[in-house]
């Protein structure tokens, strides 16, 4: 068997390795245009930060090992030109020597991952205008750093935009972020990046959401960066970073089929449309686990595992992607922002039905030092409590909490199954009803009618007239420092005695700080007779979605 791939770093090097670990005795050859087979793209933002002091850090395995451990025919420098499907041959070409050649191949790996995009912007083409992709790029952002930079412009506030954001401040280097979307972190809910986008600000970044790059052009102290608002900023750095596209031409050149997006259309097993060529990695088209639509998800894990699926089947053994679900985390400065699964927005895409619920626990008990706080928001199927997708953002513990809801996701779990997990707990690790357990009961109270549950978005967006009234249960000095527009004051303490102070002429929406007062004082409500409902997550879930500072 002879194994020719195309590509390396997450899911051709998987694959290479995976193949030599089932057959010594195959002919394994990894072709890769750059000059690292392997390498950490995820670490490159801390490395221009000085948080990774060591390049060699960065690689992940080099062709030297590759060669030496699994007996590879690793080729850097090299670049394939085409595939002819008809004689199992791709052109390649030797970018050291020029030389152009042939190789067969019995089944064919493409693992060409995706390039960062290059919008067609006025300018955009100026070599002071980075992008982040390999090792090259970062050693040029880094040296420009290392030069001097008094202000760089993050355009486009993704996962690596942030991070470049941070080692940048970290540096010493003020930094603008330039985002189209009127959010942070765009696969998130926009209430969930509040905390995010508050926190940036705290640390002296300028956010521009909502807002867009009209052209670049050189200036005398670096880049005029033309902002279609008409502002101009004056930079010394500018990086790019606003999305990605499947390195998909040899593909489509060849015939294989692609998606409306580019990625490469592919089986369960990793096979293209030409059952002898698999794909895998950031170029391909892979199936949503939750809502099962065909999505693009450039990670490094869902990589990784489909190059060793890719082999496993090629070498018959009987592996199948199951699909991805988008499982991501990110760190910005001393917070977290995970998710996992569908989102709300994809949901509403995908005319999915769900009910939602938000907490806001510490990460363990609160009486231990230390406890910080995070909010996370769960999405579940209304009929059945099935979990469809979470977010979480705050401080320690975010990371828990997704991983657990991932497997979660993974073994079709409901609502019902987290309040029952048995989770480990410590006072310096979690509480003895873990936050996992809290949204279970949450949301498990909401769908067997215990604990009816109002979506605070959706009451405000009501006319006044058609709203319900708005009952706030927290102390009168929690009400003063802020609460919801026209709320009436009761605390929970003093409702049963107080009863004759609530409207009788529209149902009750009760709410608290975080839910559990407003959990309570919606139990005690029903059980008299009352229409009430509790506003999930609280006047906490109101600042979600409506900050005291609101986004510039």
Known sequence: MKVLIIGGVAGGASAATRSRRLAEDAEIILIERGPDASFANCGLPYYVGGEIVKRDKLLVVTP????ARFNLDVRVRTSAEAIDRQSRRVRLHDLATGRVYDETYDKLILSPGAAPLR???????????????????????????????????????GFIGLELVENLVRRGVATTVIELQNQLLPP??????????????????????????????????????????????????????????????LAVDAGLEVGPRGGIRVNEFLQTSDPDIYAVG????????????????????????????AADHIFGRPARYRGTQGTAIVKVFDRTAALTGASEKTLRRAQRHFR????????????????????????????????????????AGVDKRIDVLAVAIQAGMTVFDLEEMEL???????????????????AGGLLRGDHPQL??????????????ALIDVRTPEEFAAGSLPEAI????????????????????????????????ATRILLQKGYPAANLGGGYKTYQLFFPPLSPS
């Open 455 to 468: 979506d605070v978005e959706t009451v405000l967006a009501l006319p006044a007239a058609e709203r319900p």
């Open 119 to 157: 919008p067609p912007i006025p300018g955009a083409d100026l070599p002071e205008i980075f992008t982040l992709r390999n090792l090259q790029d970062v050693d040029r952002i880094k040296e420009r750093v290392d030069q001097g930079v008094n202000h760089a412009v993050i355009l486009g506030a």
């Open 188 to 249: 998130f809910d926009h209430e969930m990046t509040t905390p995010i986008a508050e926190h940036l600000r705290q640390h002296g970044v300028t956010l521009l959401l909502g807002q867009s790059a009209e052209s670049f052009a050189r200036a005398e102290n670096g880049i005029a960066v033309h902002l279609q608002s008409g502002g101009t900023i004056a930079a010394q750095l500018v990086i790019l970073g606003v999305g990605v596209r499947p390195e998909s031409k």
């Open 424 to 442: 480990a707990y410590a006072p310096q690790f979690g509480s003895a009803k873990d936050p996992v357990n809290m949204a279970g009961f949450v």
């Open 282 to 309: 950031d170029a391909i088209e892979v199936k949503d686990y939750v809502t099962g639509d065909a999505t693009q998800v450039p990670l490094a894990g869902p990589a990784n595992r489909q190059g060793r699926i």
């Open 356 to 395: 939602k619920v938000y907490i806001h626990p510490a990460n363990h008990a609160g009486y231990y030092p230390g406890a910080e706080a995070m909010s996370l928001k769960l999405l579940f199927d209304p009929h059945s409590g099935q979990i469809l997708g979470a977010q979480a953002v705050g401080g």
């Open 64 to 67: 030297e090992r590759l060669r």
């Open 489 to 520: 004051n009761i605390p929970v303490d003093e409702l049963r005695a107080e009863t004759g102070r609530l409207p009788t002429d529209r149902p009750l929406a009760v709410f608290c700080q975080v839910g559990q007062r407003g959990y309570l």
